[in-house]
């Protein structure tokens, strides 16, 4: 493959506070939080709020959001990077594991190898099962210590860090584990299908 | 022994495309739009965006998204961009780029805020500041349209040497295809002024959009503030959520 054109008169200005392994390749980092969602932001009565675990078509559990925020709660710091190219270091979530919503529900396992993430608003995602255990996802409900906003996908949402952040859906309320992998929104629209930022899998066929 | 291999039905990879830029037009003080030839482009759809990546003379490089501004049948692929402070690409595309320049380029990305000339039915757009280049391109896709149906830009600036494409929008405005173009305006405002003196509200959206029963396809782009704004309320007038798609871009915005 050549070389890449030069843009003339180019010097860009990397942050010199960005550490290199922590900025996957092509991505920024920013201060601020962006907001990205494709429609309208849902408005959630906490009344009617569920969150339910599902096997292909049974349904396994659902919390009433009383019974969710009495879960054990887990806090973490991470590292979040979006696929417009972004990244913001050390962001503080509270939630709870997908790992604890399982021994809630009384499984031992995941019942399936795959997961699609079902929002309010419509807005799907999917993802291997293997990225939401062992600590590695959470349904986060406060960031920075604050319950999470609307336009943030609060009061619910998922938190797959170490994946491109449309993965974290916003307004969360169902989890169906599924036998074979199947696209989600984004995945269905030339995005690609698992979206790993340190491979910068960011649209089919990366 | 001939080699077998299995063939996988794998999606292609997007390339990166180099784009030359032709042309240079300044739209208004801090916003200009890149006319630009692309070698091997394959066509996009009104509403899609690109990767625009820059580098250095040091290998250094730095890469975001951008909206398509131009028509999908338009013979140049067209990027709008406005300066963002403290930006690091940004400032380099809309006060330094010249004819001749090169960076890349790959696309096209996002098939979700898109339109068609294809499409029926009314066309409502919202567009808050740079907002407005996806919904440009739509409005340059509908002219083709041989019976287009009505159409509605309400269009946001800050004052009206903010606004971006406004001769070309009068002129879209003047052809009598139904289209009409409404400016509002919320950092003060010219002597004879005639169009809305205000940030885009829900009063705004009932009194001057479609309503419901026409059920319009909704398209906002803009600040978060303003997106945010337009979405809830035309949900709240009882828009239906899957008629209402958004875009939202800050100093690092872009879908999804």
Redo the contacts between chains.
């Keep these: 493959m050549s070389d890449?054109?030069?843009?003339?008169?180019?010097?860009?200005?990397?942050a010199p506070d960005a550490p290199a392994d922590r900025v996957p390749p092509?991505q920024?980092l920013?201060s601020?939080f962006?907001?990205?969602?494709?429609?309208?932001?849902?408005?959630v009565n906490l009344a009617n709020w569920t969150f339910a675990l599902q096997n292909g078509g049974n349904l396994l559990r659902k919390w009433s959001w009383a019974e969710f925020e009495a879960l054990p709660q887990t806090k973490v710091t991470v590292d979040i990077h979006?696929?417009?190219?972004?990244s913001k270091l050390d962001t503080q979530w509270q939630g709870v594991t997908l790992d604890t919503l399982l021994e809630a529900a009384g499984l031992p396992q995941a019942p399936a190898d795959f997961a699609m993430i079902y929002c309010d608003?419509?807005y799907t995602t999917n993802m291997p099962v293997a990225d939401l255990i062992s600590g590695k996802a959470m349904v986060a409900t406060r960031y920075g210590g604050k319950p999470l906003t609307p336009?943030h996908g609060g009061p619910a949402r998922l938190l797959v860090p170490h994946l491109y952040f449309?993965k974290s859906a916003k307004w969360a309320r169902r989890l169906r584990f599924m036998e074979k992998d199947e696209p989600g929104?984004?995945e269905?629209?030339?995005?690609h299908i698992y979206g790993d930022p340190w491979r910068e899998q960011?649209?089919?066929?990366? | 022994m001939p080699a077998t291999e299995t063939v996988v039905d794998a999606p292609r990879r997007l390339p990166w495309r180099t784009a030359e830029v032709r042309e240079v037009i300044a739209e208004t003080s801090r916003v200009r739009s890149l006319v630009l030839d692309v070698p091997g482009w394959p066509g996009h759809r009104a509403g899609q965006h690109v990767d625009v990546r820059l580098t250095a003379d040091d290998g250094y490089q730095a890469q975001r998204s951008y909206s398509i501004a131009s028509a999908p049948e338009a013979a140049h692929v067209m990027l709008t961009v406005e300066q963002i402070e403290e930006g690091e690409v940004s400032p380099y595309l809309a006060m330094d780029v010249l004819p001749g320049d090169k960076f890349e380029l790959r696309g096209p990305i996002g098939g979700y805020f898109v339109w068609t000339a294809k499409l029926d039915g009314p066309l409502f757009l919202v567009a808050g500041g740079s907002g407005v280049v996806p919904l440009m391109a739509m409005l340059r896709d509908r002219v083709r349209a041989p019976n287009p149906g009505p159409a509605l830009l309400l269009y946001s600036s800050r004052t009206g040497d903010d606004i971006i494409y406004r001769d070309e929008l009068d002129r879209l405005a003047a052809r009598g295809d139904g289209l009409t173009v409404v400016h509002t305006l919320t950092r003060g405002h010219p002597p004879g002024w005639t169009g809305g003196t205000r940030r885009v509200d829900r009063e705004m959206l009932a009194a001057l959009g479609f309503p419901v029963a026409a059920s319009p396809r909704i398209y906002i782009c803009g600040p978060t503030p303003l997106v945010e704004t337009a979405a809830a309320a035309l949900h709240d007038l009882g828009h239906a959520a899957d008629r209402i798609k958004t875009e939202r871009f800050g100093p690092t915005g872009g879908p999804p």
């Design positions: 890449p054109p030069v843009s003339r008169g180019f010097r860009g200005r990397k092509g920024h920013t601020d962006p907001v990205l969602s494709a429609g309208p932001t849902p408005q979006c696929v417009t190219t972004w608003g419509g336009e449309w929104f984004w269905s629209l030339g995005y960011r649209y089919a066929g990366d």
